[in-house]
């Protein structure tokens, strides 16, 4: 049985509600998963509370992967979107936080620019998206990205440019600049 045949074998299992199949499955894409996060959120607590949130979707979800993308894509996109989930909620506390003449107030522009970016990132194709947001905001480099899409490093770098290109005619190139790490 090959290893894609094994995964698909545990992805069937964790849909039927097998806990030790899903936990088998998990534990093969844990370690790509927890470095999004710890990329993402920049704190290994953070990081903790958005792996869980992420393997928590990702279980209650099962069901609902397609397989029209690899699961650990799939997984990915989960942890990045817990871990982004994370990072809102911590800028949400430092927010309230902030006096409304305190001179930092310059801040409310950036946190609105992050959330314009995410929502233009919505308007990128998945694969397209997935890469910008793993070099962008997982930090990895072409090389790891190819690796883990299972593509070449040149798809890896058209599909950034393209994402980059579609960005670009949804969001002002001075959000883009500001709004992302």
């Known amino acids: 049985m090959s290893e894609d045949d094994s995964e698909r074998e545990l992805i069937n299992r964790a849909r039927a509600r097998d806990d030790r199949a899903f936990e088998q499955l998990i534990t093969l894409h844990r370690k790509h998963a927890w470095a999004v996060c710890v990329r993402i959120t920049n704190n290994t607590s953070d990081a903790e509370d958005a792996l869980q949130d992420a393997m928590t979707a990702a279980w209650q979800h099962i069901d609902k992967y397609r397989g029209e993308a690899k699961f650990s894509t799939w997984l990915h996109r989960i942890a990045a979107n817990a871990a982004l989930s994370i990072v809102r909620r911590r800028r949400d506390v430092a927010m309230a936080e902030i ?24 308007s990128v194709p998945a694969d397209f998206r997935t890469a910008l947001v793993l070099r962008e905001y997982g930090g990895l480099s072409y090389e790891e990205i190819a690796a883990h899409e299972g593509i070449g490093v040149q798809t890896v770098k058209s599909r950034n440019h393209r994402a980059r290109a579609v960005l670009l005619t949804v969001v002002d190139p001075d959000v883009w600049s500001t709004g992302h790490p």
């Open 99 to 122: 006096e409304p003449d305190d001179p930092g107030h310059d801040a409310y522009r950036e946190f609105d620019d992050r959330d314009q970016l995410q929502i233009a990132l919505q």
